[in-house]
């Protein structure tokens, strides 16, 4: 992996055109740039890339396959479907990717602690698992709602040596967990550091963890290319921060004859307060650090997002994302909670492979589309996790 496989962008100050940069206060941003510096320190370094590569291949399971989906594609009509299969990845989806890069790079500068925040636990799950592997403590803030919903994960992360903290202030979800996870880590930032879970937050990490990533569309576009001899005509991913989608887009930025599409959570619908469809629907402004596309009110305060996939509810998106909706380069569409559940059980069911909610969201626009395109017409759609965590909740809401 060489440092001209990745993204042009963004500028010196992390700027993708109007988004990103580094909206933190002054003794933040000290601490930002030591992380920069340091990364793109050992973004120069073959052994760094190495490693890393070793551990995607005999750790993570990588490269994984593309599949073409036959019978689900069939089914449908029309296009030919494929999946990257994320979802095969050690713990299961494409997290693992970053949290690995993230570690490594904890380790590198002599971090004696990796904080994070984590929702439904998937973040705080892969990067346990990280920082078991690279000998590195971890501390992951929970709210105290999230840790009763989501227990299996609570279990995993303790189980793998995390330290879990659970946050009872504000609403007890997300965003209090992201309050309390900062001012733990600003407590020692010279000792500790934050591992972000997306391609958010204040540059360098949309910048890094797209790096990270990346590495999903390199093998995707080879294999892909290998299999069909010929490009995909659409590659298709959910966007929550956008981390799984940047991965697979970036191979194919060059390529204009490859029509790039994120798929938004629409939840209950567009017209209703209950989405998180932050491109489709929202406008510039401010959030975590970092300028982008935003739900937000008239004082610019995020709005409360929901998605029926957790993973997928975010008020805020990549910067990287809110500049390509502005280029065109990559079209933003949603799909609802039932077009979800369908794809969920329909992916399930003709192929065996039971998709994470949020993944469904990608498979749903993939089904959508399908059946008004031509035969010799292929979709590639980014599977970015599997769905056992799902399972339970899908089985309980359909009574299956
Ligand atoms: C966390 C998660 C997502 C959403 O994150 P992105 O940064 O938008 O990719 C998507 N799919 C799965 C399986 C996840 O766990």
Redesign the pocket.
């Known amino acids: 992996m060489r440092k001209t496989d990745f993204g042009p962008m963004p500028d010196e100050n992390g700027y993708f055109g109007n988004y990103g940069g580094q909206e933190i206060p002054p003794h933040l941003k000290k601490a930002m740039d030591d992380i920069c510096e340091s990364y793109l320190e050992i973004r120069e370094k073959k052994e760094f890339w190495n490693e890393l590569e070793y551990l995607y291949k005999y750790y993570v399971g990588r490269p994984s396959p593309v599949y073409h989906s036959r019978r689900l594609s069939e089914k449908i009509g029309g296009a030919q479907i494929y999946l990257k299969r994320?979802?095969l990845n050690h713990t299961?989806?494409?997290?693992i990717n970053h949290c690995l890069g993230q570690a490594l790079l904890a380790k590198y500068m002599g971090k004696t602690k990796v904080l994070a925040e984590t929702g439904?636990g998937?973040?705080g799950v892969?990067l346990a698992a990280a920082c078991a592997l690279v000998g590195i403590k971890c501390e992951i803030h929970m709210g105290t709602v999230d840790i009763k919903k989501e227990h299996p994960n609570v279990t995993k992360m303790k189980i793998l040596g995390a330290t879990v903290i659970p946050v009872s202030r504000g609403t007890a979800t997300l965003k209090d967990a992201v309050d309390s996870a900062f001012e733990e880590y600003l407590k020692d930032p010279d000792n500790f550091i934050y591992a972000i879970?997306?391609?958010?937050g204040p540059h360098p990490f949309p910048m890094m963890?797209r790096d990270f990533?990346s590495i999903v569309g390199k093998e995707a576009r080879a294999q892909f290319l290998e299999i069909t001899g010929k490009l995909p005509d659409y590659v298709m991913?959910?966007?929550?921060?956008?981390?799984?989608?940047?991965?697979i887009f970036t191979a194919f930025l060059e390529d204009e004859s490859v029509h790039l599409i994120g798929v938004e959570p629409a939840g209950l619908g567009l017209h209703t307060p209950d989405h998180a469809a932050t491109i489709t629907k929202g406008s510039p402004g401010v959030i975590h650090g970092f300028k982008c596309y935003l739900l937000q009110d008239e004082k610019g305060n995020p709005l409360p997002v929901y998605s029926i996939?957790s993973?997928?509810d975010?008020p805020g998106v990549?910067p990287q994302h809110s500049y390509l909706k502005d280029l065109k380069r990559v079209e933003y569409a949603s799909v609802d909670d039932n077009e979800c559940l369908d794809a969920f059980i329909t992916l399930s069911r003709t192929e065996g492979i039971i998709p994470?909610l949020?993944?469904a969201h990608a498979v749903a626009y993939a089904m959508k589309l399908s059946p008004s395109l031509g035969k010799d017409v292929n979709i590639l759609v980014n599977l970015?996790?599997?769905g056992d965590k799902d399972a339970d909740f899908v089985a309980k809401k359909l009574k299956l």
Do not use: F, T
């Open positions: 994320e979802d299961g989806a494409h997290k439904a998937q973040h892969a879970g997306s391609v958010v963890v990533q991913a959910c966007v929550g921060g956008g981390s799984n989608a940047m991965g996939a993973g997928l975010y990549g994470a949020e993944s970015s996790g599997r």
